[in-house]
């Protein structure tokens, strides 16, 4: 071989390793497809269920952004444990749940400082509220058992025996607990007859 056929040669293999060094070898991209199939049916479960739940904790929170805020982090959560909750029957329940939780925390801390603000400064009395409260006043002014019952039931259509099952109580005590709230909404309301669905 002379020298223009080794320059040549030379040439064309550097041109080659330029072009492996460039893209992951075949075993890395098959590594890599296989790391992210376990992955693959989160996409659809996220779309099939961000929009209730979020719907549900913002009618707990009170404000959209928290709530999506409170959704998003309870996700991914999820998707960290994936493997795992995605054996469950009902892996919503599960993210629910844990969105549910952080947003109890956040009211809590939430109350915690506004005591901690009032004490700071003086009180200031309100006028009188208007006739009319909307219903994200009304559930506001719920107590928390009772507030979270009526939505799990009303938003996320979920049965006193379902609610009770991801509350760990008794079917009876989630019955006691939307009467009562509904009873609530009815007076905060100004509703004579709130319809009773069971």
């Known amino acids: 071989m002379g020298a223009i056929g080794l320059i040549a040669t030379t040439s064309e293999s550097r041109n080659l ?42 009618a707990y929170v009170g404000d959209l952004s928290e709530a999506e805020d409170l959704v998003a982090d309870a996700f991914v959560k999820a ?24 947003a109890t925390n956040r009211l809590r801390r939430g109350a915690v400082l506004r005591r901690l603000l009032q004490r700071q400064r003086p009180a200031h009395v309100q006028g009188p509220q208007p006739d009319r409260i909307d219903l994200g006043q009304a559930l506001a002014g719920l107590n928390e058992r009772h507030r979270k019952a009526v939505i799990l039931h009303y938003l996320a259509d ?15 005590t989630v019955r006691s607990w939307l009467t009562r709230g509904r009873a609530a909404l009815a007076e905060r309301l ?8 069971q």
């Not at 070898?25 to 098959?30: A, E, Q, S, T």
């Not at 992210?36 to 099939?48: M, T």
């Not at 049965?159 to 008794?170: D, K, N, R, S, W």
């Not at 100004?190 to 669905?197: C, G, R, V």
């Open 190 to 197: 100004s509703i004579d007859a709130f319809e009773e669905q």
């Open 158 to 172: 979920m049965t006193a025996v379902e609610i009770a099952e991801q509350e760990g109580v008794a079917a009876a």
């Open 79 to 102: 998707l960290a444990r994936w493997k795992t909750i995605s054996a469950y029957d009902n892996p919503a329940t599960w993210v629910r749940r844990v969105a549910w939780n952080l």
């Open 17 to 58: 390793m330029t072009v492996r060094s460039q893209s992951p070898p075949l075993g890395m991209r098959d590594a890599a497809r296989a790391v992210a199939e376990p992955y693959a049916d989160f996409d659809d479960f996220y779309a099939a269920n961000v929009g209730p739940i979020t719907a549900q904790i913002r």
